[in-house]
Every structure is written in C-alpha cells, then in structure tokens.
C-alpha cells in the first residue's frame, strides 16, 4: 500500500468542482464512501481499510465550503435508518441549482459570455474529472445530462499560496514579509511550508520558523509582497500530521474566542453576521449575535466596515480594535481639504 504522502496533491478548487460534479450526476444521493473512494482529490487518499478519519475531516470541511458558497448540499436519510450517519447520503439538487427558467441571455450577453469562456480551461472535463465521471457511472450513477464548458478556473486564493505550494513540495526555505496587526511595514520571515489549510474561508500557513526554530502558524493575506524562494531545503523530523495539527489549533483558537455583538435588525449586518452567529438573541435595543473568531484584527475589519450597523459589547479588546479603526476613518476624513472654512477638532 503506498503511504499518502507519496501522493501528489490535488488543488482545493479541483477537489471542490470534483464533487460538486458528482453531487449533480446523481438523483438518489452518494454515500461517504462512495465520494471518498471515487471522486477527484479523495480518492487518491482512500484508504479501503485504512484509516480514513483526516480525510473524513476533509469532507466534512468541504461540505462547509460549497453551503458556503451557496450551492444547495442536502444530506438524505435512508429510511428506517435514522440518525445512522454511514448510510447517509448527500446530493445537489439540480433543479434548485439551475438559473431560473425565467431568465435568458441576448445576443450581446452570450457574446459576452463566450469571450469570459476564453479563460476557462481547454476541454469541457479534465482527464481526472472523466476518470471521476466513469468510476460513478460504474457505481450505477448516471447523468441525466452532460456537463458541458463548466470548468472555470476558480481563483480564491491569495497571491503567496502558489510559491509557497511548490516550496512545500520541495521542503524549501521561502522568504516574504509579514505585517502583524499595529506594524506599518513588514517584518521579514524565514519559514519551511509544512502545510496549507484553509479554516473557515482563510488561508493559513503552517510552516516552521527558521529564526524562533519553532512551528508557527501564518495568515496569507497578511503576507506583503513576493514569497521568495530559496536555495536552502529543510525535512521536518514529522513527516505528516502538519496540517491535521495546525486545524487543530485553529478550530481550539476558534471555539475558545467569542464576541457578542449587537446589530440593527434588517441591515446588511445583520443578514450577513446572522448566518454564521453561533447563538441570537434579541436585546431592548438591537439584536446580539455571538460569533466565533481566529483572528480579533479581521473580526474587526470586517465589523468597522458595517460602520453604525454593528456595536460590539465583548470582549473589550476588540471593541477597542473596532473603535480604532473608526477613528481613523474620521481622521482621514478630516485631512481632506473641503473646499473652505477651518477644520476643527471637535474630539
């Protein structure tokens, strides 16, 4: 049997379309197993009777990510099976997935469309996604229809996660910048890539510190500038588990940090931050909402943008991160000329 790490990986965004194909192609709905052993970017980690648990953790996370981007996964029950989590099975509903019947294209839109297509990948289906398609065919599962010109090349990664994907593979030592909340340049960082995760929409490195000679954990979009590659190689003594490990501290970092925030009902806010809250409840002067975060700087970012939508009760240093920003606005605001008058502080 070939160890897992022999196994060349398989981009996120190819894993994901490989199962979304596949939740489409069937009508009655596709077992764990099932998907674990024959759909793209799973497969080639399954294990007939080995230890699947990371990649049942995979799955599970990559359920999240498609609900998240608003494709509609149902989970079915078998009946007379309730509540047995192996027989159940998961399907896209075609109908609910489809563009309304109601909506159709100009000459000029189709045109449009056709120029975007010229960014798309050669071919309806990769080799692998055909390889996928005839493994379910072989399981009894047919199309009703073909998946024709739907293979885009979906980008929702940041710039660094390229280069730091092929240092990973070559256990080379990589360079960048990192700006840590409160700093106004980036501090250079020598890391070896262990892994890539993506935890609850962002991207993070888990990689060992040359300089501290210690692991550490990295959010990509606060890398500044290039990720340059070195001629320098390091092996860790593990030589699997890194990315198991660092979602691990993510998920504990992510359970153990709460906000309560309050927001005004009917605003953006409050239709955005109430699909991810962990509990609502309604208050005398608002609705409160306790959401869970990894990070307080990107909790408060996205909380300032919301601007009078959003008041932040707890914890107190991230209403502080929150009114910072707000602060700052205001300055900005207040350097721009305005045409007349004195500009005064009013504090």
Known sequence: MSEPSAVAPVPVEERLFSLVLALLATEQGLTKSEILSTVQ???QRYSAFGDNASLDRQFERDKDDIRELGIPLETLEQPGEPGNNQSLRYRIPK?????????TFSPTEIALLSLAATVWRQGSLSAESQRAMLKLNSLGLESDEPVIGYAPRVRIRESAFDPLRVALD????????????????GRTRTVTPLALVQHHGRWHLSAHDMEADAPRTFLLSRIV?????????????????HAERSLRELDALWNAQVAVVQVEPGTDAST??????DRASDAASGHELHLHYTDIDVLADELASYGPEVLVLTPDRLRSA??????TTVERHRDIPSGGGEDTDRG
């Open 41 to 43: 970017g799973y497969r």
């Open 95 to 103: 109908g609910e997935y489809d563009l309304p019947s109601d909506i």
């Open 170 to 185: 070559k256990h080379a030592v990589v360079t960048f910048a990192y700006l840590k909340p409160g700093e106004d340049t």
């Open 225 to 241: 500038g290039p990720v340059t590659t070195t001629s320098k190689t390091w092996t860790p003594p593990e030589a699997t588990g």
């Open 272 to 277: 955005r931050l109430s699909k991810r809250a």
């Open 322 to 327: 929150v009114l910072s920003r707000h602060r």
